[in-house]
């Protein structure tokens, strides 16, 4: 089974950035869509970025513009700059991974932004 370990949450003010990590370790994949989930307290888990094993991303409406989604297969790592942060942001961001053989979650990171 892959393991996957988030990294680079914190705070920071509005508009300010921050650039989270996942290190895949175990039985890695290439050929998985990987992607970033955020979830909110009191609100459902929601997508925010995923990219194919093709190098083609995926965002959020309200994130398109703001983050960038990246992997580098090398590496075995997926990466999210995220720029210009707004309050809203605030969350436990997730690495995710999808595969023939099922779905795999990281611990998560938290994330917040305020004043």
């Known amino acids: 089974q892959v393991q996957l370990v988030e990294s680079g949450g914190g705070w920071v003010q509005p508009g300010g950035s921050l650039r989270l990590s996942c290190a895949r370790s175990?039985?890695?994949?290439?050929?998985?869509?990987v992607g970033w989930y955020r979830q909110a307290p009191g609100k459902q888990r929601e997508p925010v970025a995923t990219m194919s094993s093709g190098g083609v991303p995926r965002y959020a409406d309200s994130v398109k513009g703001r983050f960038t989604i990246s992997r580098d297969n090398a590496k075995n790592t997926v990466t999210l700059q995220m720029n210009s942060l707004k309050p809203e942001d605030t969350a436990v961001y997730y690495c995710?991974?999808?595969?023939?053989?099922?779905?795999?979650w990281g611990q998560g990171t938290q994330v917040t932004v305020s004043p």
């Open positions: 175990g039985s890695v994949w290439p050929y998985d869509v």
């Open positions: 995710h991974s999808q595969r023939c053989d099922g779905q795999f």
